[in-house]
């Protein structure tokens, strides 16, 4: 009954009075009280949410970092353009960016095959109908004939 007059008489006095110097001290304590904290524990819990906020953010913003030294990494592997959103994201992060481990084994095999394709055995595997066991074997009877005629030799 009391909650029906305020309401009814409270918002009537609000609008003769402009309701200025009693909504202040109301909102400090609505914010408070609503809760069931003291001014103090809301201040506290202000200051805590805020730091969780910050954490976040700064969990997100490594995040975004690591992200954008993966496309790097990927446009410098395939020579496409640079960008600048994720040079800007990376020295924002500042040096703690670190890629996954997962992704940096990943980044190793990809470089290990690449040297291997680049390699002349590499290259010749790539050539089709060429059978490299019976390659190696026709070098190492190559290289025995040539040992066993240098022995046989009068001039050496």
Not at 46 to 54: T, Y
């Amino acid at each position: 009954m009391a909650f029906m007059v305020k309401h009814m008489v409270g918002g009537q006095l609000k609008n003769l009075t402009g309701g200025l110097t009693e909504e202040k001290s109301e909102g400090e304590k609505s914010d408070a009280a609503a809760q069931g904290m003291t001014q103090e524990e809301f201040e506290q819990y202000q200051q805590q949410l805020e730091e969780e906020k910050q954490e976040r953010e700064a969990h997100f913003a490594q995040k975004k970092a690591e992200r954008a030294t993966v496309r790097s990494h990927f446009r410098d592997k395939y020579r496409l353009p640079k960008n600048e959103t994720d040079e800007t994201q990376i020295q924002q992060a500042g040096d703690d960016v670190v890629l996954p481990t997962e992704l940096a084994k990943m980044i190793a095999e990809d470089n290990q095959e690449e040297a291997h394709k680049q390699s002349m055995l590499g290259q010749l595997s790539n050539i089709q109908n060429v059978d490299m066991d019976q390659l190696k074997d026709k070098a190492q009877a190559t290289l025995e004939d040539l040992k066993k005629q240098t022995e046989n030799c009068s001039l050496m």
